[in-house]
């Protein structure tokens, strides 16, 4: 079974300009998330859905971040424009019932 | 909503020994409860995981248990080895038919040396 797959896993970008993630679940799974991770820090989490519903946005930064997931499978998570605070790796995780599995994250790097 | 706390920050261990990380949380509705290791670089990896119905939960030389009344939970590790070492993350999470909101707690660096 393919685990979660992200894009890119790697990304420098000059502040002020656009990012973008994108994240594919595990097969069948109808929860995904997308948190961020500081060097240091557990994630923290930017934006739950349940299929195609946001359920739980409470800590996105919604001036500058936005998500979406199209048909309930692949979500993309974007920034714009992006500040020097936003450096992180961003992870997207898949659940179905109790489990929650990561991809790899993109390590974003803004200058 | 929940918090977690997890300590040690760090630790170090000799290898063969054994390593203990405890966490706390705050909310009493939580009722699952996964570790996760995640080494330089890469993902965290699901390592074990315990529901609040089970005090305790074993896997190999990994150990959990489950305090409900005190609400802290603990993973133990025994006959430590240098692959062992990780960052390890805790988590407490409200599960509700398919899905739950996990807090996770701030991490424990786990250094084993030969």
């Known amino acids: 079974e393919a685990g979660v797959v992200q894009s890119p896993r790697y990304k420098i970008i000059e502040k002020k300009q656009p990012v973008a993630f994108w994240c594919n679940p595990i097969?069948?799974?109808?929860?995904l998330y997308w948190y961020r991770q500081n060097l240091g820090q557990g994630p923290e989490l930017l934006i739950r859905?349940?299929?195609?519903?946001?359920?739980?946005d409470s800590q996105l930064p919604k001036d500058r971040f936005s998500a979406e997931r199209l048909k309930g499978v692949d979500s993309t998570l974007k920034i714009q424009p992006a500040e020097l605070g936003d450096s992180a790796v961003y992870l997207c995780?898949?659940?179905?019932?109790?489990?929650?599995?990561f991809g790899p994250g993109t390590r974003l790097t803004v200058t | 909503g929940e918090n977690v706390e997890q300590h040690p920050s760090t630790l170090s261990v000799q290898e063969g020994d054994s390593a203990v990380i405890k966490c706390t949380y705050s909310?009493?509705?939580?009722?699952?409860f996964p570790w996760y290791k995640q080494e330089l670089g890469k993902r965290p990896q699901l390592i074990i995981d315990?529901?609040?119905?089970?005090g305790e939960k074993k896997d190999q030389r990994i150990a959990v248990t489950l305090n409900k009344t005190a609400k802290h939970f603990s993973l133990h590790i025994t006959e430590t080895q240098p692959e062992d070492s990780a960052v390890y993350f805790c988590?407490?999470?409200?599960?509700?038919?398919?899905?739950?909101?996990?807090?996770f707690g701030a991490g424990t660096q786990v250094v084993v040396t030969p």
């Open positions: 995780a898949s659940s179905f019932d109790y489990e929650q599995y």
């Open positions: 097969s069948g799974h109808n929860t």
């Open positions: 859905y349940e299929n195609e519903e946001a359920v739980d």
């Open positions: 909310d009493s509705a939580s009722n699952y």
């Open positions: 315990i529901r609040s119905n089970v």
């Open positions: 988590a407490a999470s409200k599960v509700a038919g398919s899905w739950g909101k996990f807090q």
